[in-house]
Nanobody
Framework: QVQLVESGGGLVQAGGSLRLSCAAS????????VGWFRQAPGKEREFVAS????????NYADSVKGRFTISRDNAKNTVYLQMNSLKPEDTAVYYC?????????????????WGQGTQVTVSS
């Protein structure tokens, strides 16, 4: 089992940047693919980005492509989400999740472990 803790959320003006971190403890983190998802009030949770275990292949939702960058440092057991050019519609609780099978998929049911989430609020 792996435990995930997100951090780095906060309040930022439109056009600004934030970097989220997802710190893992427990089993060997490099065995897991990791995804970021978000959920805005009144909306379903949606895929943001994902990264493979060791080949560092990445996948992005169209809505964030070119603005967000996912990366990982397996030595630090941490995955990052660099968010640039933020928009008010990016406001949501952001969650990281780990997939033990290593598939860096777009669907939340593919992920086995979840963090508690971190709030990102973008003001206009």
């Amino acid at each position: 089992q792996v435990q995930l803790v997100e951090s780095g959320g906060g309040l930022v003006q439109a056009g600004g940047s934030l970097r989220l971190s997802c710190a893992a403890s427990g089993r060997t983190f490099s065995n897991y693919a990791v995804g970021w998802f978000r959920q805005a009030p009144g909306k379903e949770r949606e895929f943001v980005a994902s990264i493979s275990r060791n080949t560092y292949i990445t996948n992005y939702a169209d809505s964030v492509k070119g603005r967000f960058t996912i990366s990982r440092d397996n030595a630090k057991n941490t995955v990052y989400l660099q968010m640039n050019s933020l928009k008010p519609e990016d406001t949501a609780v952001y969650y990281c999740a780990a997939d033990a099978r290593g598939y860096y998929g777009k669907y939340d049911y593919e992920y086995d472990y979840w963090g508690q989430g971190t709030q990102v609020t973008v003001s206009s």
